[in-house]
């Protein structure tokens, strides 16, 4: 049986960053990755990097086949870059199998040739997280239905497109599908889009992507999916009765869950929660000794910079001054990217009530910024929520061109405890969507 000191289990963000943090070390590496399509993880091959791609394509007016083509060249060079960038190390290995425990450190990995068990004194599970399927009517039978991985693939654009959820996915594909040109139902069971968003923000967004074309049923659920010669009929339950709807095909974006599939937990010490997710303590050590797990598979946010904060954790407790733990990890923002991208941090009005925490409103719209204008693109709101004594910044949300980088600005700004003046006096580059903030914390 062939030992290793170290084994990483899915090449994703934390584990590809970890196999270089270790072999810096002088450590011994294997990391088994099943799929030699998803050399260097999901973000770059099917998930991130591609789907972005893809938007800001579509946005430029190149054509669904095109721009495939173009997301595919991209992906492949990532691919190829990320798998060297590992496998080259000294110190580690690329298994390219499928690992399943037989006890707390010792595998089995699969692949077309056979079979081998590997021993290892440290074991980081990194494998991800899969799309949940609802239990719907003839969906898991039907040729019609896509998860984004599916998608992604597609060689022919679907013309009429139905996307059940509307999670970060549903609406990034959405909004990237009818930039392409084709026509976009969403369906949700929930009552509003964006619901962990500024009420107003949501609803603006709503009415922007109600305006590129994106029709909506909430409140909704598809009952039942029947492939036809052409496509697909969906029956639907709506607020006002059931609904029949014929489309080329239907995306499922109802949330990903633990990738735990192939791992045969139960035959291990390791804890799983009610999802499928692997417990780990706040230094992201699993039940068994010397096994940790980091990414989407522990069940936490599911972004990839938070993922490699999950390796931030792992290499301060490995080589580090062992400060870093989940519980301290800093603020962070996401972005969900819309024509404009919608980018918010910290608490909203909400969440500070319920907290009964005092705040201040800043709320501006940008359309009169330069940028705004220069990019032809007038749809915004930025919206700051301070302390009113401090004018720390509690939360913000920007619904605007370019929000994914000025975001990143109040995030730095957060974390270092920096006042609103700070952001009102800084000298900005011009013309920038960041100007904004001059006139946004303007009003304090
Ligand atoms: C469509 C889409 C768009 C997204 N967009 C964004 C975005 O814009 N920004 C953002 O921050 N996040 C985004 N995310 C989320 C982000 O992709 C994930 O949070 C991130 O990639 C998770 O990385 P990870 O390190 O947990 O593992 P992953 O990168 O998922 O890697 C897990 C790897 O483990 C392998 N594996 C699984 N089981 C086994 C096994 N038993 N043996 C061997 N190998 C195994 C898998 O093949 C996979 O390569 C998006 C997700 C999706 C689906
Ligand atoms: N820009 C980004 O950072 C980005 C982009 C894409 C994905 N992601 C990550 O991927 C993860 C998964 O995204 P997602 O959009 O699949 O999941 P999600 O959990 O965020 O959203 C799922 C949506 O589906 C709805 N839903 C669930 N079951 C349903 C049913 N049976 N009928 C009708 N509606 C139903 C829910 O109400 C919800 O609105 C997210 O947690 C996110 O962190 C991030």
Redesign the pocket.
């Known amino acids: 049986m062939k030992h290793f000191s170290n084994i990483i289990i899915g090449f994703g963000k934390a584990g590809k960053t970890l196999a270089g943090t270790l072999a810096k070390h002088g450590e011994e590496v294997l990391v088994i990755e099943k799929d030699p399509n998803m050399y260097g993880g999901t973000c770059i091959n099917i998930?991130?990097l591609p789907?972005k791609n893809m938007i800001i394509n579509a946005h430029r007016g190149i054509r669904y086949e095109a721009a495939l083509k173009k997301k595919n060249d991209l992906t492949a060079k990532l691919r190829n870059k990320n798998y060297h960038k590992v496998a080259d190390l000294s110190g580690v290995t690329v298994l390219t199998a499928t690992a399943e425990f037989l006890d707390d450190h010792t595998l089995q990995v699969s692949d077309n040739s056979g079979q081998e068990t590997l021993q290892a004194d440290r074991i980081f599970i990194n494998t991800g997280?899969t799309?949940?399927w609802?239990n719907?009517d003839g969906l898991l039978n039907s040729k019609k239905v896509y998860s984004?991985t599916d998608l992604l693939a597609k060689d022919k654009q679907l013309k009429e497109l139905v996307i059940?959820?509307?999670?970060?996915?549903?609406?990034?594909f959405a909004s990237m599908y009818t930039q392409f040109g084709s026509h976009v139902t969403i369906?949700?069971?929930?009552p509003k889009?964006l619901?962990k968003f500024e009420p107003e923000v949501a609803q603006q967004a709503k009415h922007d992507l109600e305006e590129d074309g994106i029709s909506f049923l909430l409140e909704?659920?598809?009952t039942n999916v029947n492939d036809t010669l052409n496509g697909v009929t969906l029956t639907i339950s709506t607020p006002e009765g059931m609904k029949e709807i014929q489309a080329d095909g239907l995306l499922v974006?109802?949330?990903?869950r633990a990738n735990v599939t192939d791992l045969h937990l139960e035959r291990t010490s390791i804890k799983t929660g009610s999802h499928g997710e692997i417990l780990v303590n706040d230094v992201l050590e699993t039940n068994a000794k010397d096994v940790y797990a980091l990414g989407d598979v522990t069940g936490g946010?599911?972004?990839t910079y938070i993922s490699l904060d999950d390796w931030r954790i792992i290499a301060n407790n490995l080589y580090g001054n062992k400060t870093r733990s989940r519980l301290n990890r800093p603020v962070f923002a996401?972005?969900?990217?819309l024509n404009p991208a919608i980018s918010s941090i910290g608490r909203t009005e909400e969440q500070l009530r319920e907290a009964g925490i005092d705040y201040t409103v800043l709320k501006i719209s940008a359309a009169s910024v330069p940028k705004a204008q220069v990019i032809g693109n007038p749809r915004s709101i930025y919206k700051a929520l301070i302390d009113p004594q401090s004018h720390q910044i509690l939360g913000t949300t920007i619904y605007a061109e370019e929000s994914f980088e000025t975001i990143n600005i109040i995030s730095l700004a957060m974390q270092n405890h920096l006042p609103a003046e700070a952001l009102r006096d800084q000298i900005y580059t011009h013309p920038t969507m960041t100007e904004a903030l001059n006139d946004l914390f303007d009003q304090i």
Do not use: M
């Open positions: 998930a991130c789907t997280a799309p949940v609802p719907i984004s059940l959820g509307s999670g970060p996915i549903g609406l990034e369906v949700d069971k929930a889009i619901g909704s659920h598809i974006a109802t949330g990903r946010p599911q972004f996401n972005t969900i990217f």
